[in-house]
């Protein structure tokens, strides 16, 4: 993608992809995970209960935060079925 998609566009595809997706995670967010004590089941609730807080790009790909009031966690689409949680972390 070229472009950013909106927060809301962005929000609605990350919950369309854990219907009907794929979720991968980074080395990084599984150790980060462990360190707070967060299962995949519980980022995916995350992710399905959050809200899109922002977007900026790095390593040459759009990152997105979703968030909740404790906790924060990035993604990146691969495509529109797949996306990759970067990293998490608690407020």
Do not use: C
């Amino acid at each position: 993608m070229d472009e950013p998609l909106s927060n809301q566009e962005a929000q609605k595809l990350v919950r369309e992809i854990l219907k009907n997706g794929t979720v991968f995670f980074t080395p990084h967010a599984q150790k980060a995970m462990a360190d707070d004590g967060l299962t995949a089941v519980g980022v995916e609730d995350v992710l399905r209960a959050g809200w899109v807080e922002m977007s900026e790009y790095e390593n040459r790909e759009w990152r997105y935060r979703v968030r909740t009031n404790r906790i924060a966690i990035v993604v990146a689409f691969e495509s529109e079925a797949e996306l990759t949680v970067v990293t998490v972390w608690r407020f």
